[in-house]
């Protein structure tokens, strides 16, 4: 599949969640639409799934071919895990601190830009999809649709790291490198943004 093909759907996904998204809480769906495009639009609807997402698909392009598969699989093993998880718990007040934990551990990955052990990727990866499925906490739904809803927030995880992941592998000039950096300087920022509004 071409970069050209993989930037297509993010297009569409990141452009709907923006014009659908609203200024509720990570948990509130999008009138209108059904499950499945609930689930498909909840990681661009709510900022802080996107910020972490954008900085570990950036992080994710800068490593080797072989690295992406392990760091996939950790991504989505969390994400799995985590989003099972709220059939029992309501991590909500825990998982916003973490979430913007995560993206300033992401953002400071970016901005350093120095090689780390496979071990700290792969719990970076399943950490940051056990934050995102445990943040993605379903209201009142029947088992049926819940899955519904995170297959949808599945596939739009995976998009979004995916399309993330590929432009930053495109970009290997030295100018477009300091580029990505400057993107963690301002994850990192972001993050502590976050991280003060949620210690308030």
């Known amino acids: 599949m071409t970069g ?3 930037f297509l ?8 969640g923006l014009g659908l998204a ?15 495009p609930n689930g498909l639009l909840h990681p661009v609807a709510v900022p ?9 698909g950036l992080w994710m392009g800068r ?13 989505n093993a ?18 916003s601190l973490t979430l913007a934990a995560m993206t300033l551990i992401a953002g400071t990955l970016l901005a350093v830009n120095r090689p780390v052990p496979s071990l700290l990727n792969v719990s970076v990866f399943a950490l940051a999809g056990l934050c995102v499925g445990l943040d993605s906490k379903p209201e009142a739904l029947k088992a049926n649709e819940t899955l519904l809803l995170g297959f949808g927030i ?3 995880v995976n998009i979004i790291a995916l399309n993330i992941m590929a432009l930053s592998a495109k970009l290997r000039h030295p100018i477009a490198v300091i580029g990505i950096r400057i993107a963690g300087s301002w994850l990192i920022a972001m993050s502590l943004i976050l991280l003060a509004f949620e210690l308030r």
Not at 48 to 56: A, D, E
Not at 78 to 95: E, K, N, S
Request: charged share 5%; net charge negative; proline share 7%.
């Open 22 to 36: 609203t200024p509720a809480d990570a948990h509130t769906s999008i009138s209108g639409v059904g499950l499945f």
């Open 154 to 156: 599945w596939i739009g």
């Open 63 to 75: 490593r080797q071919d072989r690295q992406i598969p392990p760091l996939l699989a950790a991504l």
């Open 9 to 16: 759907p993010l297009l569409i996904l990141v452009g709907g």
């Open 78 to 95: 969390g994400l799995v895990v985590g989003y099972a998880a709220t059939i029992w718990i309501d991590p909500t007040q825990i998982t």
């Open 4 to 6: 050209q093909h993989l």
């Open 48 to 56: 802080q799934h996107l910020l972490l997402l954008i900085g570990i």
